[in-house]
């Protein structure tokens, strides 16, 4: 019996270390090729992108390397919200002592209407314990936090990774390159595309989203950080949907409020009807990654010019 209470013990006390480790210790990890610990270690930046999968899918680096003599990095999450952008970005910039020219925040039109959630483990496993209070609190306020979602945040979010992180993590650091895809993602083709199914007519949008646009902008204002938002080209059924176009507007408003500047998907040359250029309805195929990162380059260089 006593063995019995003292494997149990020590199983806690283990459980309980791993917990408390992940929680104030996980944005120290060693990751390689994504997440803010590694983009800090890179040093000074000329650009650093800040968004959700559709920067990861839709920024090719090697090339942005070429043409930021490789001072760029891709900070991107599945799913990530504005709420928990403007968190990341404090961190960033409290977490680090390298110097940022200019941050490209993602103006997805959709982002603002998704409820304040836990999107993605990896975005607190990125925080520092000060980061994920914080998100933790973006959440309570919205009405989005129980027991159930607590056990998920605090305990079981992200617990896999530290696990299995020597197996896992090497596997990871050659998917990523400074936090955006490497692989060679083909279409699927016109007719898949052109036929698939997704609807957002019922979508609304979420107050708590829309003023974390205005957090990013007082931060930056704050900092005396150059900032600019961009939108990444749709497959041409989303772009051309009335409600993404409602959204966009919707957030256009926001930074012309507040005099900011920002690149929307007309403003680069990329043909949105291309189905060889697209995976979905919004993340690009590698050959549509590569020409659109190109024309993206363009257009950032001619702004800095000016």
Known sequence: MKKIVITVITALAVICAAVIFKNVYSCEMPIKNRGIRDAINSGD?????????????????????????????????????????????????????????????????????????????????????????????????????????????????????????????????????????????????????ETEEFDISKEEFVKPQEDAVYDIIKACRSDGQDFIFVESPCYHRLQEDGKYKECRERYILLLEKEDVPYILADDVEFDTACA?????????????????????????KERKEK
């Open 45 to 193: 930046l000329e650009v650093v992108f800040l968004g959700s999968s559709t920067f990861r899918a839709n920024v090719d680096m090697p090339l942005m390397d070429e043409a930021y003599n490789g001072r760029v990095y891709d900070i991107s999450y599945g799913g990530n919200e504005l709420v928990a952008t403007a968190i990341q970005y404090e961190e960033i910039k409290k977490r680090s002592p390298h110097d940022y020219g200019l941050f490209v925040f993602e103006l997805g039109p959709m982002m603002l209407t998704q409820e304040v959630s836990l999107s993605d483990s990896r975005v607190i496993w990125d925080l520092s314990w000060g980061g994920k209070r914080k998100l933790w609190e973006s959440m309570r306020s919205s009405g989005k936090t129980g027991l159930s979602v607590m056990y998920e945040y605090f305990v079981t979010s992200g617990m896999d990774d530290l696990i299995t992180f020597p197996v896992t993590e090497p596997f990871y650091s050659t998917r990523y390159y400074k936090g955006a895809k490497t692989d060679e993602t083909v279409s699927p083709g016109k007719d898949v595309l």
């Open 276 to 300: 060889d250029f697209f995976e979905d309805m919004n993340h690009m195929s590698a050959k549509g990654r590569k020409t659109y990162t190109k024309e993206l380059i363009r257009v950032l």
